[in-house]
């Protein structure tokens, strides 16, 4: 089963998702994947151009990195030397 680690989570962020799986009785970690799983089990089968560009703004507060392939390359570089 494939495994994912998430980088630079706000401590705020942090902090109301271990609130979050205390009042759930979970791990974080159990917490987090019941997340993912109901948010990525909705049925979408049509993304529309305008979504993906309104989620991008969003995600980025309307300043999105310049180089986004390069940035993951050297995320996942440094990723690599650390381990």
């Given at each position: ?6 980088r630079r989570l ?70 690599a030397e650390s381990?």
């Amino acid at each position: 089963m494939p495994t994912i680690s998430i980088r630079r989570l706000p401590d705020h962020v942090h902090a109301n998702l271990r609130i979050r799986a205390a009042r759930s009785k979970r791990s974080m970690e159990a917490e987090v994947r019941a997340i993912l799983i109901e948010t990525c089990s909705e049925v979408n089968t049509q993304v529309e151009p305008e979504d993906v560009q309104d989620w991008v703004a969003a995600l980025y507060a309307n300043q999105p990195p310049k180089d986004v392939t390069g940035e993951f390359i050297s995320e996942r570089r440094r990723a690599a030397e650390s381990e």
